[in-house]
């Protein structure tokens, strides 16, 4: 039921953001993702697998403002709970668009958490960077690592590893 509502106001945020960058004339990026997420700390480790979208506008030539959502399905005594990233972030890329296929880029990310395990809310700081990497006009694929620090009801540290299929538009 949680994911549900989650998905529908993610749907929607991302929706209104990508509409009225259209509208405005503005450029931006949408992509959905997957890869997996290595917890760590207290004298262990867990992965656990990751999907997730997100949708942004360009704030300058080099600069992506987005919106993004993850999800991350996590097991425990036989039962399944996820775990919800809702956030956003700026993405800085290295080259020009038009300069070469592959373009480097580091980000800096923040939102807020949610678990289906108990409802317990929280928040997630994370940097990292990687590649978009063009396979047409305005498509490509788009590898990308993190570190993310999660807080409130406990903490942890994270190690997120994703593939992405990204489309741009109005460029």
Excluded: C
């Excluded at 979208?53 to 992506?64: K, N, P, Q, V, Y």
């Excluded at 399944?80 to 300069?99: E, M, P, Q, T, V």
Aim: charged letters at 10%.
């Amino acid at each position: 039921m949680y994911f549900s509502r989650t998905f529908r106001a993610l749907a929607f945020l991302v929706g209104t953001l990508l509409y009225t960058g259209v509208a405005f004339g503005a450029s931006g990026e949408v992509s959905a993702f997957g890869g997996g997420t290595t917890f760590t700390g207290g004298g262990g480790s867990a992965t656990h697998g990751l999907f997730g979208g997100s949708g942004g506008i360009m704030a300058h030539e080099r600069t992506l403002l987005f919106g993004e959502y993850s999800a991350i399905p996590i097991s425990v005594l036989s039962k399944s709970y996820f775990l919800s990233n809702f956030g956003g972030g700026i993405d800085y890329s290295f080259k020009d668009r038009g300069a070469s296929k592959v373009v480097p880029y580091a980000l800096v990310a923040a939102g807020g958490t949610h678990s289906s395990f108990g409802g317990a809310s929280g928040y997630y700081f994370g940097v990292g960077g990687g590649a978009r990497m063009y396979a047409g006009k305005n498509w490509g694929v788009k590898p990308e690592v993190r570190y993310q620090r999660y807080g409130g009801n406990g903490s942890a540290n994270a190690f997120t590893y994703t593939v992405g299929v990204f489309f741009q538009f109005g460029q």
